[in-house]
Structure formats: structure tokens, C-alpha cells
């Protein structure tokens, strides 16, 4: 049967709407980012503790006193783990999805419940919604919409928007049909009948699909992470890319708490705001624990917390102001910088951000998955990175966005692609001795992702070198996947054989063993590169100038490294300031400023 090129006519289509709809795009993504930084900013405005506060006692009014104390201890956990403004980013951008899923969905379901034409033909469009796999809706929301905020909300309320227009639907359709007549024969107009009769009767049904809404916008939390949106999602993604099980329990207990928080107050809503919800409500035994304030009490509640956090100074960013710029070369000019969450990846990244914002430029760093980060440098969305890995294992990255990217030059060059084994195999120390080991590892060495440049030069080139394609299958995964594999088998002490690369931190971590290649089979390894957008040099010399020129030791980058681990999640650029600090001369190594800049500076 011939190949149906359905991809390719979806990518035409995509690229048709690039060039002629980039308008209506940019409009909707300033909707979408004024919308997230308006909410944003009402949420981190007071001190987290006032916020946890004013929502707990939302939770009191909706639910009862034990809800409004858990609500007050959950948030507060959140604060406790220094969570706070990636709860509150992530509780920004699923209200705006939510709203706007909403804004959509409910009309279309009042149709779908009125017209068999409009449901028919809606329902294909939302099977497919609710079936497509989350990630997919990422590549559309990045094309259109770039990195960032609106991209992440956009997919996230095209994701969950399936199950407000079913249960709008739903509840419609299962009001009594005997009520609608009996309004209908007293004159009733069908308006009013929706207003008046359906839509209160389905509230309950109607409330459950925006519960639903809301509970998939927090599911699509953690994948939204990976195109720049932050909070919880990008904590996540940061922690699976190094593994830290730690850091991505906590982001994950702060996604739980968002999500419990969530659920019991839109479900408790829609009992308040249903007649029959009311009834029940009133006549449902009260105990302690059950007892809810009026609304003028809860309000008075609100308000006296806000006067007394105004009263002792409480209100305002946590975060603190930037310290003032040694040399104000930059004059606050903005950088953006985008980041894979490897090691040498965020320690050369917070390195710049600080030697940058110490010359008075504003930096902005945000954390990507490679392709993302990519896209983002080739169409001008971000200013540069630095860990570009040429030229072999991102040569599929370079391959597609070459003729849009600027390279500044390698800045680290010690680089080694390599298999490896745990120390305590014995009898494997080069790649040739793998052929006559073949059963003790299963067969099996365990790989990345599939689109890695070290993948394809494994299996296109290593493996045949050493006669190991009939002996050996790859397992095409993921950095993380195989990180796992690698720490579950060295826990147990069995033979693996993994992907691995020089410098990475799993060398420090466990006993490895870097197996010899006497053939040359990985060739000569790669440079970690700075690429830049296209243009950056001419719009801001004087920085690409300090990126060509700079270079690290391997002693000063796993020194580096070992202070931002030492340092802990959160404190990376503090890190970085304490080892400049021992380390002085550096700053105006890789950054000179001339004295006469210097003195105008003063000036």
C-alpha cells in the first residue's frame, strides 16, 4: 500500500498559517501574556504566608474549618520548601487556561446540547483532542505562539478543553425534559429556559467538567515546563534531567497541593452556586469542623488579614532588588539566556548571568529541553546558550537551524563520547572486550534519545566497528531513562553498559568505568560551544566579543559545578558569586571593560 504523507501535508498546512496568520497569532499571545502577567502579579504581590492566609480562608467559607486549615498548612509547605513563586507561576497560567478553556468550551457545549448537528460534529474534534498525546499539541503552541507563557497556555487549554464541552453537554441534555416543556407552554422564551431552567439544574455537571478542565491543565503543568513557561512544570523537568529525586518529589508535593486545593474548592463552589447543592447543603449536619462563616464574615477575614499584613510592611516580592551593576557597560539593556538543564550547561549559564548583570545588563534565564532551546536561539526568541555540543552530538539541532544560528566558538573542549561500565565489571575495559560479555549484559546497552548525534554515530559506526550490531541492541530512551537504569543496576551491583559523555556528573557520583576505544570509532568528541542568534554580534558586540574570547579549565568547571551542588536548588547564582569570590581577576578576564568605560561609568 503506498505511503500516506499525511505528516507532510500537515506541515504544509502548519507553515501556511507561520507565514499568513503571524498577526492573529501575536495577538493572542499578548492577550494570553497580559492576562498570566496580570494574575501573576496579583498572586506574588503579597508575602506568601498573607496569600496562604486569604486562601485558606476562601477554603473556610467554600468548605468548612478543617478544609481552611489544611488549605493554610499545604501552602505553607509550599513556601517551606522555597516553592512559592513557581507554585504561584503555575497557578497563574491554569487559571488563564482554565478561563479561556472556559470562555470556549461552555458555549460550545450549550450548542452541542441544543443542536444534534453541532454535537455530531464536534465530537470527532474532541475524541481526538482528549486521545492525542499531550506532547504533540507542545510543537503547534511552539510554532505558533514561540516559547514561553502563551505557548505553555495555549496547549494546555487546547488539552483540556475536551471535558468542559462534554459535561456542559451532558448536564443540558439531562435536565428533565418535562421542566423544559412545562417553561416552554407558560410562554417561557428559549433564552430564558437556558438561563432560568437548564443551566441551573446542570450546574452540578457543568461545574464537574470545569473541575476536570482544571485538574488536566495541572497534568499539562509539568510538560508545558519543557517550552519555558517555569513554576512547578520546569522544576520538574529540571529535576528529571539530573535525576534529583529530592527536588522532584518536592515540586511534585507542590503540584499535589495546587491540584487538592483546586479540586475541593470548584467542586465546593459549584454546591454553592447550585439551588439544589444549597438545599443539601443546609440541611447536612454541622460540626466544628464543618462549620463555614458567612460570606460577609469571610470577607471581613479577608480584609483584616490584608490590613494587618499592610500594618507590619508584609506586603511585596519576597524576592528582594538586584544589586546595583559594578560597571554599568550594559545600562540594563536585556539578555536572554536559554539553558538544557545539564550541569555544565546551568553552571556556564548563571556564570554569564552574573558576570553580565555585574557589567549592568538585566539577564533572563530560562531552563528548555534541547529542541525547544534550539527553536527558541534560531528565531530570535532567546539571545544565545552555551551548551551546544558540537560538532557531533547535537548535529541533528545544527543540521536543521545552522543557517539561523550564529556560533561564538567552544569555550570547553575536553569533551569524550563513551560506553561505560560500572567499576566492578570485571574482564571489560575497552569496547573490544564487550563481544565475548555479551550475555552477562543481556545484550542490551542502554542509550538516549534517539534523535542524540551519539546515537546515530553508536549505531551507524561503533558498533559495526567492533563487530557488536549482532551481538548487542540499543535502547533508544532518554538521559534521564537511562540515568535511572544506571542507578538502579550499580544499587544492585549488576553488569551495565550505558551512553555516556565527559564531563558528567555521574562520574563523580558513582565508580565508572570509561570503556577504551583503541579504534577511534567516537572520533575525536566535541567542543561545548556558545550559539547565538543570528544578529546578536551586531546588535551587542561588546558581549559576543567576552562569549569568543571565554574559556574554562576542567578544574574550573567541576570546581564550579561541585559549589552549585554544594549550593542546592535555588541557589545557583549565589553559587556562582561565592566561587568569583575565590577566584578574583576572573570577571575581568572574560569580561574586560576598558578604564575610560569604567570612569564614564563612574561619571
Do not use: C
Not at 487559571?95 to 470527532?124: E, N, Q
Amino acid at each position: 500500500m503506498p505511503r500516506l504523507h499525511l505528516g507532510d501535508w500537515v506541515d504544509s498546512g502548519v507553515n501556511w498559517l507561520v507565514a499568513h496568520m503571524s498577526w492573529l497569532f501575536d495577538a493572542v499571545r499578548a492577550v494570553v501574556e497580559g492576562m498570566y502577567d496580570g494574575i501573576d502579579a496579583v498572586l506574588t504581590a503579597p508575602a506568601p504566608l498573607l496569600l496562604a492566609g486569604i486562601l485558606a480562608v476562601l477554603a473556610w467559607w467554600l468548605r468548612g474549618l478543617a478544609a481552611g486549615v489544611l488549605a493554610f498548612a499545604g501552602f505553607a509547605l509550599i513556601d517551606s520548601l522555597a516553592l512559592w513563586d513557581q507554585a504561584m507561576s503555575t497557578l497563574a497560567l491554569v487559571l488563564v487556561a482554565t478561563v479561556v478553556a472556559l470562555a470556549i468550551s461552555i458555549p460550545l457545549g450549550i450548542l452541542a446540547a441544543r443542536s444534534k448537528a453541532v454535537s455530531s460534529a464536534v465530537r470527532p474534534a474532541l475524541d481526538l483532542l482528549q486521545t492525542m498525546p499531550s506532547m504533540v499539541l507542545l510543537i503547534p503552541a511552539i510554532l505558533f505562539f514561540g516559547l514561553g507563557t502563551a505557548a505553555g497556555v495555549v496547549a494546555t487549554l487546547v488539552f483540556a478543553l475536551a471535558p468542559g464541552v462534554r459535561m456542559t453537554e451532558l448536564g443540558i441534555r439531562q435536565v428533565d425534559a418535562e421542566l423544559v416543556e412545562a417553561a416552554e407552554a407558560f410562554g417561557t422564551r428559549p433564552r430564558d429556559t437556558l438561563l432560568r431552567v437548564q443551566l441551573p439544574l446542570a450546574l452540578p455537571t457543568i461545574m464537574a467538567g470545569v473541575n476536570q478542565v482544571i485538574m488536566l491543565g495541572l497534568s499539562m503543568v509539568v510538560i508545558a515546563g519543557m517550552v519555558g513557561t517555569g513554576g512547578l512544570g520546569g522544576a520538574v523537568n529540571e529535576a528529571i534531567g539530573q535525576l534529583d529525586i529530592g527536588y522532584g518529589f518536592e515540586a511534585g508535593v507542590g503540584i499535589v497541593v495546587l491540584a487538592i486545593y483546586l479540586d475541593r474548592v470548584t467542586s465546593a463552589l459549584g454546591t454553592q452556586l447550585s439551588p439544589l447543592g444549597r438545599r443539601a447543603a443546609a440541611r447536612a449536619p454541622r460540626t466544628t469542623l464543618t462549620y463555614r462563616p458567612r460570606p460577609v464574615v469571610a470577607a471581613v477575614g479577608a480584609i483584616v488579614l490584608a490590613l494587618v499584613a499592610g500594618g507590619l510592611g508584609i506586603f511585596g516580592s519576597s524576592t528582594g532588588t538586584a544589586a546595583a551593576a559594578k560597571d554599568d557597560v550594559g545600562k540594563g539593556k536585556e539578555i536572554k539566556i536559554g539553558y538544557i538543564p545539564w550541569d555544565e550547561g546551568i553552571a556556564s549559564t548563571y556564570l554569564w548571568k552574573e558576570i553580565l548583570e555585574e557589567r549592568g545588563y538585566k539577564v533572563t534565564t530560562t531552563q528548555y529541553a534541547a529542541g525547544p532551546l534550539y527553536t527558541g536561539v534560531a528565531t530570535g526568541q532567546l539571545d544565545f546558550q552555551t551548551d551546544a555540543w558540537l560538532p557531533t552530538t547535537h548535529a541533528e539541532y545544527w543540521k536543521k537551524y545552522g543557517k539561523q544560528l550564529d556560533d561564538l566558538g567552544s569555550w570547553y573542549q575536553r569533551t569524550s563520547l563513551e560506553l561505560t561500565v560500572p567499576s566492578y565489571v570485571k574482564d571489560v575495559d575497552s569496547l573490544a572486550d564487550l563481544k565475548a560479555h555479551a550475555s552477562e549484559f543481556g545484550g542490551k546497552i542502554v542509550g538516549i534519545e534517539p534523535s542524540a548525534g551519539m546515537m546515530g554515530l553508536l549505531k551507524d559506526k561503533v558498533l559495526k566497528e567492533y563487530g557488536l550490531d549482532g551481538s548487542y541492541q540499543v535502547v533508544d530512551g532518554s538521559t534521564p531513562a537511562m540515568l535511572a537504569e544506571l542507578k538502579r543496576d550499580y544499587a544492585r551491583k549488576q553488569p551495565v553498559v550505558v551512553t555516556l559523555w565527559s564531563p558528567h556528573w555521574a562520574y563523580s557520583d558513582y565508580k565508572l568505568k570509561k570503556l577504551k576505544d583503541p579504534k577511534g570509532a567516537w572520533g575525536k568528541g566535541d567542543g561545548v560551544h556558545t550559539v547565538a542568534r543570528k544578529g546578536f554580534a551586531q546588535d551587542d558586540p561588546q558581549v559576543a566579543s567576552w562569549l569568543k574570547h571565554f574559556s574554562m579549565t576542567e578544574k574550573q568547571l567541576t570546581g564550579l559545578e561541585a559549589q552549585i551542588q554544594k549550593a542546592g536548588k535555588g541557589q545557583e547564582q549565589q553559587a556562582v558569586k561565592t566561587w568569583l569570590g575565590q577566584h578574583p581577576g576572573l570577571v575581568d578576564t572574560w569580561a574586560p571593560v576598558e578604564r575610560g568605560s569604567k570612569d564614564q561609568a563612574a561619571g
